[in-house]
C-alpha cells in the first residue's frame, strides 16, 4: 500500500468515525474546525473549484478572467 493509498483510507475511517456521532457534535466538530482552519479550508475549497471546472473544461472567458484578476486587487 502507497503512502497515498494509506493516507486515503485514513481519511476514509475519520469520516465514517465522524458520521457515527450524535448531530450535537458533528456541529460542534465543524464548528471548532471552521474557527481553527477557515483559511486551509477556503483554500481548499477553491482548489476543488478549479479542479471541477478544469475536469469539466469549464474555463473563464478573456473578460471574466480580467474581472476576477482585478477582484483579487480589492
Known amino acids: 500500500m502507497t503512502v497515498l493509498?494509506?493516507?486515503a483510507n485514513i481519511a476514509h475511517?475519520?469520516?465514517a468515525l465522524y458520521e457515527t456521532l450524535p448531530d450535537a457534535v458533528q456541529?460542534?466538530?465543524l464548528n471548532?474546525?471552521?474557527q481553527k482552519q477557515h483559511q486551509q479550508l477556503e483554500e481548499f475549497?477553491?482548489?476543488l473549484a478549479c479542479k471541477q471546472a478544469k475536469d469539466e473544461n469549464e474555463f473563464l472567458s478573456e473578460k471574466e478572467t480580467q474581472a476576477f484578476i482585478q477582484s483579487l486587487a480589492q
Open 45 to 47: 475549497a477553491f482548489y
Open 32 to 34: 471548532e474546525l471552521w
Open 27 to 29: 456541529r460542534e466538530f
Open 13 to 15: 475511517s475519520l469520516y
Open 5 to 7: 493509498q494509506a493516507n
